[in-house]
């Protein structure tokens, strides 16, 4: 059928930079695998499902756009391989060619003329419809297909300068220069020492001594012996920069020591080979004590995540959050909300993702699994690929832009603040709300014994986790036998409990203070308490070291009971009434915390500059801090004091749009214009400002505006008694750092013909646990 809309739309092939929807719906997760499969708008390229849910019918009521592209595929019939799959040797996930394993089937329909079908070769259709088909994808430009890790050179490989050269006798290549370790020995290119690395994973011995030369000398680069291969690879390693790098001159700098490379055969796994085999060896983790794969489990609420690559801590996250009551109230709706660009709406994606995860819709076995003897692999779920929300939440940030691991709390952190700030139209409650509470922190003076308190509103708190290494011997009893000889290096840690971390948050600690009221710098004890408790306490274990300035993962135990525990004695007490009060800050617009301040004092900074970092950082995380003082240790300022000054500080009305986007996360229009006048007008920082300040209603005088200072604001949180909490999910990383490793959830449900289990969460494999009890330690 010829069809006059052709014409009128004015219609034009995609851009390259363009995103296409041909993939899946923007508003729920079918797509081009279902029978009716899925329209793509040839005026804007937004997909819209054609079944039952008809959103690309909402999509044209709403934008009155004309003409969409029709796409169906079906599988092609599987031919069975009898040679075993190609080896694994680098880092990497290969994708399958998509004409490889489907047939397409497209067809161009018009709405305004009754949804009828219209001939493709009409105008520039042929033209537009080759544009959609062949554009790169939404996912394919928000993903990586095949990902590796990158190795390039640094300075210290680059400019590497070696003493004078002598030929090293084989016996000094055999053996550790300070023990007598014959393995995973590393060659300082620039003296030629060789030490034994750090322990590794899978038994690979190591005691740190070409590291402790490195502590001595500052001799920045090694190279592992056993690396080296003829064509010239090798695992190089930079101290300085705590990073694997390339040596584009190994030969020559190997030769300096008399070492041919030609003559050279590799002995030993590579650093990245033991990162894949660590990586694959927590697929081990889906069998139970039988050897057996354990059996996927389907249903509502146990959907998997596709994994996009690198994307586990967000899978982990979200399968939390709408595992929780809150969550599932605020978003699995029915009805979705009008967007014209629904990829862009966070309301849109987040109510996507509900439906997606909880209606049970989608958790279906892949029947697109070979079986064969070669991969006996259990049919689990192909999993819901979450990128158009990753792409969303990751728009202008550094970290969550990209395609590298990240850390899981940090990216819940950043989804608590994108939800709050996020309109919640009518009777909707931010589901944040269920995490915050009230912290009360308690500084008394040592010189004169007057006291402060402050209230911070969080939504989360990060226990610190005590360090007790085990001596290897000592530990032999709690190893299998055949595991001592293999983990004789490794660090064994004496397991703590959760309360012993709760009670080290809590308990009185001594900080620096400089004492308004003794007029001279001082020392305070600090303490912190619960002034209020949430209905959802997210906990982050801080499991890290700091090895050459560098926050270093460390698996000490940390034992959580599934049975419920009470949380009354972290209550903050009544304030007795013959306390004296410390007089306030002559300038009260920003404290910065005094325990975060003595750390970075203690790492060797000002506290000038450590005041000035937590301003610019929110004051809540030292190692946030401590990279905000990296990046400006060369400024001009950094030493001077804190300007509060700025456009909005110096009299001029706060800006309407930011004052709206506060008043939408709850907060009155006097508090949201004090809190941008008090921050200079930062959103960020303002949000900070109101949590840190829920007892200020506003400044009549500055505001202009009448408030009613006799009702205070009510804090989050509640402070009844019992206050008795019990264990409902945890997320676990396997791996030595937050940039490398693997992220699943285990989560308390209840399943059907089960009742209440943990349930695995591995990216789309979803499973009923076997190991929690274990798993629950490193959580």
């Given at each position: 059928?010829?069809?006059?809309?052709?014409?009128?739309?004015?219609?034009?092939?995609?851009?390259?930079?363009?995103?296409?929807?041909?993939?899946?719906?923007?508003?729920?997760?079918?797509?081009?695998?279902?029978?009716?499969?899925?329209?793509?708008?040839?005026?804007?390229?937004?997909?819209?499902?054609?079944?039952?849910?008809?959103?690309?019918?909402?999509?044209?009521?709403?934008?009155?756009?004309?003409?969409?592209?029709?796409?169906?595929?079906?599988?092609?019939?599987?031919?069975?391989?009898?040679?075993?799959?190609?080896?694994?040797?680098?880092?990497?996930?290969?994708?399958?060619?998509?004409?490889?394993?489907?047939?397409?089937?497209?067809?161009?329909?018009?709405?305004?003329?009754?949804?009828?079908?219209?001939?493709?070769?009409?105008?520039?259709?042929?033209?537009?419809?080759?544009?959609?088909?062949?554009?790169?994808?939404?996912?394919?430009?928000?993903?990586?297909?095949?990902?590796?890790?990158?190795?390039?050179?640094?300075?210290?490989?680059?400019?590497?300068?070696?003493?004078?050269?002598?030929?090293?006798?084989?016996?000094?290549?055999?053996?550790?220069?300070?023990?007598?370790?014959?393995?995973?020995?590393?060659?300082?290119?620039?003296?030629?020492?060789?030490?034994?690395?750090?322990?590794?994973?899978?038994?690979?011995?190591?005691?740190?001594?070409?590291?402790?030369?490195?502590?001595?000398?500052?001799?920045?680069?090694?190279?592992?012996?056993?690396?080296?291969?003829?064509?010239?690879?090798?695992?190089?390693y930079c101290y300085v920069c705590n990073d694997e790098k390339t040596d584009t001159e190994l030969a020559a700098h190997l030769a300096h020591w008399g070492i041919n490379i030609a003559e050279r055969e590799k002995t030993e796994k590579s650093l990245t080979e033991m990162q894949i085999e660590h990586n694959m060896k927590w697929e081990f983790s889906m069998t139970g004590e039988d050897g057996k794969e354990l059996k996927p489990l389907v249903g509502k609420g146990l959907t998997g995540l596709k994994n996009l690559g690198n994307s586990c801590y967000l899978a982990s996250i979200l399968q939390c959050l709408f595992a929780l009551p809150s969550f599932q109230k605020r978003y699995n709706l029915p009805d979705l909300p009008e967007s014209l660009v629904p990829a862009d709406d966070l309301e849109t994606q987040l109510r996507k993702l509900a439906d997606g995860l909880l209606s049970g819709r989608y958790a279906r076995p892949d029947t697109d699994v070979a079986v064969n003897e070669y991969s006996p692999e259990t049919p689990y779920q192909r999993g819901l690929a979450p990128a158009m929300f990753k792409a969303l939440i990751g728009k202008g940030h550094e970290e969550f832009s990209t395609m590298r691991q990240q850390d899981a709390f940090e990216l819940l952190l950043h989804l608590f603040k994108l939800i709050s700030r996020s309109p919640h139209p009518g009777d909707l409650e931010d589901p944040v709300s269920d995490f915050r509470f009230a912290l009360e922190q308690r500084l008394q003076c040592m010189g004169c014994s007057k006291v402060r308190y402050r209230t911070d509103i969080q939504d989360n708190i990060s226990v610190p986790v005590p360090v007790r290494r085990i001596p290897t011997e000592s530990s032999d009893v709690e190893m299998k036998e055949g595991d001592k000889e293999k983990d004789k290096n490794k660090d064994f840690f004496e397991p703590v409990t959760i309360k012993e971390c709760l009670d080290i948050f809590t308990a009185d600690e001594i900080v620096g203070f400089n004492c308004p009221s003794c007029g001279k710098d001082a020392k305070a004890t600090k303490r912190h308490a619960f002034k209020t408790l949430p209905e959802v306490l997210a906990v982050n274990a801080r499991r890290f070291e700091y090895i050459n300035w560098v926050p270093t993962k460390i698996d000490v135990p940390v034992v959580v009971g599934d049975e419920p525990f009470l949380l009354d004695d972290y209550l903050a007490k009544p304030r007795p009434a013959h306390e004296e009060l410390l007089p306030e800050d002559e300038d009260p617009r920003f404290q910065a915390d005094e325990g975060i301040v003595s750390q970075l004092e203690a790492m060797g900074f000002p506290r000038m500059r450590a005041e000035k970092a937590l301003y610019h950082t929110g004051n809540k995380d030292p190692e946030a801090a401590m990279n905000w003082l990296f990046a400006h240790m060369d400024d001009p300022d950094i030493d001077a004091p804190i300007s509060f000054a700025s456009k909005e500080s110096a009299g001029a009305e706060p800006d309407e749009e930011k004052v709206s986007m506060l008043g939408a996360m709850g907060f009155t229009a006097g508090q949201a214009k004090k809190a941008l006048k008090e921050t200079g007008g930062d959103v960020e920082r303002a949000v900070e400002w109101l949590f840190s300040h829920p007892d200020d209603m506003g400044d009549d005088e500055v505001m202009g505006e009448s408030v009613n200072t006799d009702t205070p604001t009510k804090e989050p949180g509640r402070d009844e008694r019992p206050a008795q909490y019990e264990l409902h999910s945890i997320v676990c990383h396997k791996g030595g750092s937050i940039h490398a490793g693997h992220y699943v959830a285990f989560i308390r449900k209840e399943v059907e013909g089960e009742g209440k289990v943990w349930v695995l969460f591995n990216d789309e494999k979803v499973v009923k646990a076997s190991d929690v009890g274990e798993m629950k330690k490193f959580a």
């Open positions: 059928m010829n069809c006059q809309h052709v014409s009128t739309a004015r219609l034009t092939p995609p851009r390259a930079n363009q995103a296409v929807h041909r993939e899946d719906c923007t508003q729920c997760f079918d797509g081009i695998d279902d029978p009716e499969g899925l329209n793509v708008c040839l005026s804007c390229f937004n997909g819209g499902c054609a079944g039952e849910r008809n959103h690309a019918l909402l999509h044209h009521k709403l934008s009155q756009h004309p003409l969409t592209l029709n796409i169906r595929r079906a599988k092609k019939p599987r031919v069975e391989r009898a040679e075993p799959p190609k080896k694994i040797s680098k880092l990497a996930i290969e994708a399958e060619s998509e004409n490889d394993k489907y047939d397409t089937y497209t067809a161009i329909i018009c709405y305004m003329c009754g949804g009828k079908e219209v001939e493709r070769t009409v105008g520039n259709l042929p033209e537009v419809v080759d544009g959609v088909m062949n554009a790169m994808t939404f996912s394919r430009q928000t993903e990586v297909q095949a990902w590796e890790q990158e190795m390039t050179p640094c300075e210290h490989t680059l400019c590497l300068q070696q003493e004078a050269p002598r030929k090293l006798e084989s016996q000094n290549l055999a053996t550790c220069s300070a023990c007598d370790l014959q393995e995973n020995l590393w060659l300082c290119l620039q003296c030629g020492n060789l030490g034994c690395g750090r322990a590794q994973f899978g038994g690979v011995g190591g005691s740190s001594h070409g590291l402790a030369h490195f502590d001595a000398t500052h001799h920045p680069v090694s190279v592992k012996l056993g690396s080296i291969t003829p064509e010239g690879t090798a695992d190089v």
